[in-house]
């Protein structure tokens, strides 16, 4: 029943900012690390950023200086502030939650992922 939605994506110009937002819901153990992959036609899906529960971040070189991933982990939400947004940032973009989950009676970790939103960046 864990469940991630996504939200923020929309059309916007280059040189733009979008904030995308991804919030978990359902029974989770403990959340570890909280990301973004994002993935463009014909393109491989890359990760784009990532934090952990203590607030360290690892960032793509393509969206360094850019973009600003934080997390509020309260509400098990973590957030992605897009700047200067390039065309070349246009992908659909998935949130990602590695967490540790209940399985048979067991903890097991688990990766989650966001139904994704699309992010055009186009004038």
């Known amino acids: 029943q864990v469940r991630l939605v996504e939200s923020g994506g929309g059309l916007v110009q280059p040189g733009g900012s979008l904030r995308l937002s991804c919030a978990a819901s359902?029974?989770?153990?403990?959340?570890?690390?909280m990301g973004w992959y994002r993935q463009a036609p014909g393109k491989q899906r890359e990760l784009v950023a990532t934090?952990?529960?203590?607030?360290?971040?690892n960032y793509a070189d393509s969206v360094k200086g850019r973009f600003t991933v934080s997390r509020d982990n309260a509400k098990n939400t973590v957030y992605l502030q897009m700047s200067s947004l390039k065309p070349e940032d246009t992908a659909v973009y998935y949130c990602?939650?590695?967490?540790?989950?209940?399985?048979?009676?067991?903890?097991?970790?688990?990766?989650?992922w966001g139904q994704g939103t699309q992010v055009t960046v186009s004038s």
């Open positions: 990602n939650v590695a967490a540790i989950n209940w399985r048979l009676g067991s903890l097991k970790h688990y990766d989650y």
């Open positions: 359902g029974s989770i153990y403990s959340i570890d690390v």
């Open positions: 934090i952990t529960t203590g607030g360290n971040t």
